[in-house]
Structures are given as C-alpha cells and as structure tokens.
C-alpha cells in the first residue's frame, strides 16, 4: 500500500516538474532560506515562484501519506490537519 | 499561494524560510518525536529523491543525491498537537485566525481506500491468472 503512496507522490511531482519546464541548478539557485533580497531579484523570483507551485502540487499528497502512515501503521487517531 | 508561517506571518515576509511545508497535526494522543522524525525524514527523503531522480532521468544532473540534501533543507514539517493546543497554534477559528487551510481528512481517507481496494482488484487478478 505505501508503495502505491510513494508512486502517486512521485508521480505528481514528476509530472510538475515537466510543465514547470525549470532545471534543477535553477531550483537550487536560491539560498536555502529564501530572503528578502532573493525575491526581489527577477531570476530568483522565477525560482521562487517555481518551488511554491511545487510545493502546492506535494502538499495533498505528502498529507495523505500522512494521515496513512499515523492512523493505518501506527494507530494513531487523526484529528483535523493543517497546511500552509 | 502557499508559505510558511512565523508567527502567523507568511514567513518570506519576514526574510525567513519558503522551503518546507509545514502539517500541524491535530491528534488524540501524541506520537513518540522519535517515530515523528522518522516519518519527517522519510517523506523528505521521498520528495526529495523525486525530484533529484527526475532530473537524473531527464539527465539535468548527474547526482542521485536527494534534493533535500542538496539544499541542506528539510521540505516536510510534523508538528503534532492535542486538542487543547489548537489556540497556541492559532488555529481555532477566528477572523485573527493564522491563514493555514484545513486539509480535507475524509477526502484523504476515500483515496487510501480507493487505493487499498486497487491493490486488492490486483490481487485477485493475479490469483485468477495463475
């Protein structure tokens, strides 16, 4: 079951990265924090905007694994779940 | 658009953060930090290492090495709570609310038991075929 999990993951991370059309150097391109002066710069911004599109296209996704992992291998009840 | 939060301010306002995505979790009982790290560092890992492979693949990089390793930033963020800790996260409703959406559980939970119903489809397939 989890290994479906990753595949849906993978996939819809790889399918993003397809339309986004950017390469991994420019992905990386910014500072690991992204700062002030990063997103003022018009190629960082591009970068930037780049990740939060991915961000978005993971975020279900990675919850659902989530909520997979805690209630169904370790029992654990899920309340409510937030995200940015 | 989605960022992360310090202090109920989307964080990159303040010149801090934007990597990771940050889950707070509402949950009966509190899991042992230990098995939550370990979930946060699988789920990085997995995310991570999709989107380095993609790259490998499209022979954009030479390396296999996890993104998230690359930039030496986690990209996944457990914050396990109880009930009773929703306010100091700022997540009971309210207009002074922190802007975090509230991920759709049921929805969730159909998927995995459209998935789980998939793998058992497959199942009896093989079983029928051999």
Redesign the interface.
């Known amino acids: 079951?989890i290994r479906?999990?990753?595949d849906?993951?993978?996939g819809v991370?790889?399918l993003k990265?397809?339309t986004l059309g950017i390469?991994?150097d420019e992905?990386?391109d910014t500072p690991?924090?992204?700062?002030?002066e990063a997103?003022r710069d018009p190629i960082r911004y591009k970068s930037?905007r780049a990740?939060?599109s991915?961000?978005?296209t993971?975020?279900?996704p990675?919850?659902?694994?989530?909520?997979?992992?805690?209630e169904?291998q370790?029992s654990?009840?899920?309340?409510?779940?937030?995200?940015? | 658009m989605v960022h992360d939060l310090v202090a109920g301010q989307p964080a990159w306002e303040q010149g801090i953060s934007g990597r990771d995505i940050d889950y707070i979790i509402v949950l009966e009982k509190l899991p042992p930090r230990e098995l939550i790290d370990a979930i946060e560092n699988y789920l990085d890992n997995l995310v991570g290492s999709a989107i380095t492979n993609y790259f490998f693949k499209k022979k954009g990089c030479t390396t296999l090495e996890p993104y998230n390793k690359v930039i030496k930033h986690n990209l996944v963020e457990l914050h396990t709570i109880l009930p009773n800790m929703k306010n100091s996260y700022g997540i009971n409703s309210s207009v002074f609310s922190v802007p975090v959406e509230r991920l759709d559980l049921k929805g969730f939970r159909k998927r995995i038991m459209e998935l789980r119903q998939s793998i058992e489809k497959l199942g009896f397939l093989e079983d029928y075929m051999h």
């Open positions: 079951m479906k999990i990753e849906y993951i993978r991370i790889q990265l397809e390469s991994l992905l990386c690991p924090e992204f700062n002030e997103l930037y990740f939060i991915l961000k978005e993971y975020k279900n990675v919850g659902l694994a989530i909520l997979y992992l805690l169904q370790y654990y009840k899920v309340l409510e779940m937030y995200g940015p």
